[in-house]
């Protein structure tokens, strides 16, 4: 593809002296690749952007594809970006590629003072911005039932229409129990097992109005931090309705080693943030729908990623780990469930 030609065709009210692509900061995904460029018009301005494309020649860029990922973020950018209400890259173009995409972004980090993917563990003030911006988002477009959808959302899965959840799980799960059985206390097998068995049952639960506009891959690798605060959100791969918490979790998952304080501040807090907007739903709904949430996406990338040795690392630190992702979803559950273990395994 000539990206120089889709670059040109951007700002095709602009006279363009010339494109620089800057080859030592492209970076190659399993499922993107990102290429940098710069642009210099006649007047001297500079401007950068990013090129993100679509990557299809390993497995992860298959389950890509059964997801949905390239066709879901075009959506967003394309449909839904322009009516958000929280800070995102400015969009440029999209450009259909074969089952993929090319998309045009601006470049966060040439354009503004920052940082992605911030540690957060110890920064409980930024944790609760980002949970606060995020439920903007989640307010904005809340759905009591299907009639209410905006038009530009009405393409939108909820997560009993995310079929490759299950047909993943249920391909992998075997072999998730061989390789990490030894690893697993009896409370966790009981758990994972009961998660399981009662899949299906958590997907058409988390679907039942009211529902939300969710980013579904929530967590500070996906957020670019502007002067160190200010949260701009990235990566609308995995978008779809849902309930809001189910954000908050996969974040706090994602992006938190497990902590009861920061945990019990973080549940309460988006509770407070829904309940002023719609106090009609009580802590006990709410409460379900957190544990259900625990339940889908968060066991779902466990069971994907664990159950392949060439993803896994025995460095449980790396944050990028699926075994340091591992380790600390069990802790979330512990914490939500061991306490009624049996109660747990007898519903």
Known sequence: MDFDKCISSCFNNKKIKHIKRINQKN????ICNINFYEITFQNEQVIN????ISNFDNELSNDALELDLYKREMYFYESISDHVNINIPHFYKCIKQNNGSVIILENLSSNYNGYFNLNLNNNVTLILKTVSE?????????????????????????????NYYSKKIK???????LINNKYLKDEHIMIINYIYDNFSKFLEESSKFPLSFCHGDLKSGNIFYKQNNEPVFFDWQYVHLNKGVSDITFFLIECIDFDENTTDIVEKYYYKLLYEKHPEITYEEYKKDLLNSLCIFP?????WFNSN???RSTDSD?????????????LYYEYYFSKNIVHFKNN
């Open 318 to 330: 790396y944050k990028d780990s699926p075994t340091r992702f591992m380790n600390n979803l069990l």
């Open 27 to 30: 970076l190659i995904g399993n």
């Open 171 to 177: 391909s992998k799960f075997d072999k998730f129990m």
């Open 134 to 162: 995020i439920f903007k988002l989640h307010n904005k477009f809340y759905f009591k039932n299907d009639s209410k959808i905006c038009d530009y959302m009405q393409s939108l899965k909820k997560n009993n229409e995310i």
């Open 49 to 52: 952007i990013v090129i993100k």
């Open 299 to 303: 066991f779902f990338v466990m069971i």
């Open 309 to 311: 040795e060439e993803y």
